[in-house]
């Protein structure tokens, strides 16, 4: 018999709450009455797990603790329940979550003698594992078939004295479904700053998303604070610094942080912070700020930063963060950008809701003679880039400016046009990428400052049949998202940008390709979305054309669908959730406000973007 799963609404625990209590009662009379639904009910689906009943069989000890493992269930008391004494002490839960397609598979080894028998009985779990979640709450993609064995012995006592079944070795760490993590998993992005440039530019000007999954029964607050206070998770630890001290933690006996009426968080720190000046202080509150600024539970507007003897080092808020650190997004996009049916450079208005009209960007890409293929303007808007119509060579030139074109070493020598260069991307440095996409030669280029000569960039873990086929840079300039075409299909992935070197001699490589959308059989078009987040075209097998947002470390937000659209062939994004997301589809250039529907902005155009 499996164990009885208990589903509950959080109205539905309220409503048997009163019941229960006697504080309400079932009325037998008078009329129907509408009600208002109070936004502070909680809707979400919770899961109540029970403890093993007296006597039950092997196989039921083995469901029950599986069922248990799915519950909101603080420190998994109930599942350690199915465990022997020695086994529970022993057991960590925290050292890794693996998801299965699936819930877990049960499988008996053992077959003849009837249970009373036996002392002993071993169980096999088996699935298809799709991702893990480490010891540092880090998702990775993980797809491969899962089977582990799981032992069984008798040993605790029941109430009426019988030997009860009990699990001695269990399953490392948690085993449960994909769309049981969905439900009890919340993405989470921590904020570090990125390494530095090799032309001397700082990162510290630029946050990186450090994306992590907080089990949603724990406070969020005080596991995303301990997180960030360890570091960069290890995919991101060699590109990304943090100016806490190595070894700052919360101070000892710091059991929960929680913002005050005020909107203030207090963080207690212990002794390593003791030695921290003002400068430094301040960076680690805005790192704090913007962590927390990603929890939709609670409002942290200041933080407050104290020592080991409770003296204050410093306090920052909102405004005073946001003047340490440049925009995690792609500026302020006051304009999007696309190519018009003349092949010229054109911008309208980022909002939404306001008239919109298309206007040459002035300056050789928009109002002179050369024709282009696509492009691409600086997260600053004060430069822009453009592949020439044929696909050959790539220019820059000023926003605004007079001048005439600037030709960079950029040339594509494919014989099919195709096959030529991607459309370019700019990086929160202020340098340019792009790729060429000749079969014979396929290469990522980058140009320091998009200018003088080209710079081929190894991307390590590509495959040696393989191509890139877009290239995207994050604002921040520490990750790349590439479209990677190999074997007949392509694909979504997302490297870490190493730079090393001196300004006369840089060094930049791409390393830890990781896949980013691991469900689609074919990605066509992607962009950043900010944090840690992607908007995608693309397809899973056999499927039809969708639109979804994916996180950069390969899993899926809950809500990642978008509304349909036909054709799509370029989607953007401007990383800030009051800016629409934009794209090309078979009814020209549209748009997609918050909470809305794709509005035809345009009949004809091609290739919309936004700075980035």
């Excluded at 504080?23 to 009379?29: E, N």
């Excluded at 208005?349 to 002035?362: F, H, I, K, L």
């Excluded at 908007?535 to 097998?541: L, P, Y």
Aim: aromatic share 6%; charged share 25%; with cysteine.
């Amino acid at each position: 018999m499996r164990a009885e799963r208990r589903w509950w609404t959080g109205a539905a625990l309220a409503s048997a709450a009163l019941l229960v209590s006697g504080c309400a009662s079932m009325p037998d009379s008078g009329d129907v009455q509408p009600v208002d639904s109070s936004p502070r009910t909680d809707s979400r689906v919770r899961v109540f797990a029970l403890a093993p009943r007296e006597g039950a069989e092997p196989v039921e000890v083995v469901e029950g603790f599986l069922e248990a493992l799915t519950s909101e269930d603080p420190d998994y008391a109930v599942a350690r329940k199915y465990l022997t004494e020695d086994a529970s002490r022993k057991w960590r839960p925290e050292q890794s979550t693996t998801v299965l397609t699936d819930g877990a598979g049960v499988h008996s080894e053992e077959e003849g003698a009837s249970d009373k028998d036996r002392e002993e009985y071993t169980f096999t779990l088996t699935g298809q594992e799709v991702a893990r979640v480490d010891s540092r709450l880090a998702y990775r993609p993980h797809e491969q078939s899962y089977e582990e064995t799981i032992h069984l012995v008798r040993g605790a006592k029941g109430d009426k004295g019988d030997q009860e079944w009990r699990i001695d070795r269990p399953p490392a760490g948690v085993v449960l479904g994909r769309l049981d993590f969905q439900r009890l998993y919340w993405p989470v992005n921590k904020y570090y700053f990125g390494a530095r440039s090799v032309n001397g530019t700082q990162a510290q000007q630029r946050l990186v998303a450090d994306p992590i999954y907080v089990r949603s029964w724990e406070d969020p607050v005080t596991v995303t604070v301990q997180e960030l206070l360890k570091g960069p998770t290890s995919w991101l630890s060699g590109v990304a610094d943090s100016p806490f001290p190595e070894g700052t933690r919360l101070r000892k006996g710091t059991k929960s942080l929680a913002p005050d009426d005020q909107n203030l968080l207090v963080v207690p720190l212990n002794k390593t912070s003791k030695d921290v000046h003002l400068g430094q202080c301040r960076q680690m509150a805005a790192q704090l700020i913007y962590s927390l600024k990603d929890l939709t539970s609670t409002s942290v507007d200041q933080v407050e930063l104290r020592g080991e003897n409770d003296t204050q080092l410093c306090v920052v808020d909102d405004e005073q963060a946001d003047n340490l650190v440049t925009s995690r997004t792609a500026g302020h996009a006051a304009y999007q950008y696309f190519l018009d049916k003349e092949h010229r450079l054109v911008r309208m208005s980022g909002r939404a809701d306001s008239r919109t009209t298309e206007v040459r960007v002035p300056g050789p890409l928009g109002e002179g003679e050369q024709s282009l293929r696509s492009a691409a303007v600086s997260l600053d808007e004060e430069r822009a880039a453009g592949v020439s119509l044929d696909g050959k060579r790539l220019f820059t030139a000023e926003l605004g400016g007079k001048e005439s074109l600037d030709t960079t070493g950029v040339r594509s020598t494919a014989k099919d046009e195709k096959d030529r260069l991607s459309t370019p991307s700019w990086d929160g440095f202020g340098d340019l990428w792009v790729a060429d996409r000749d079969p014979r030669a396929p290469r990522l280029l980058w140009l320091n400052q998009g200018a003088g000569e080209p710079v081929e960039v190894p991307v390590s873990g590509l495959g040696a049949k393989a191509r890139i086929e877009s290239v995207r840079v994050s604002a921040d300039g520490v990750r790349i998202a590439l479209l990677i075409r190999d074997g007949g299909t392509t694909s979504l992935r997302t490297g870490r940008i190493e730079r090393s070197g001196t300004a006369e001699h840089p060094k930049v490589s791409v390393a830890g390709l990781r896949s980013a959308a691991p469900q689609m059989e074919e990605v066509t078009a992607m962009s950043w979305a900010g944090g840690s987040r992607l908007v995608v075209v693309g397809r899973e097998s056999r499927g039809v054309q969708q639109l979804r947002y994916v996180q950069s470390d390969g899993s899926v937000p809950a809500k990642a669908s978008l509304p349909g659209l036909t054709g799509v062939t370029d989607v953007a994004s401007s990383g800030d959730a009051g800016q629409p997301l934009i794209a090309h589809s078979d009814d020209g250039i549209v748009r997609l406000p918050a909470g809305g529907n794709w509005q035809t902005v345009f009949k004809d155009g091609t290739a919309p973007f936004y700075p980035g």
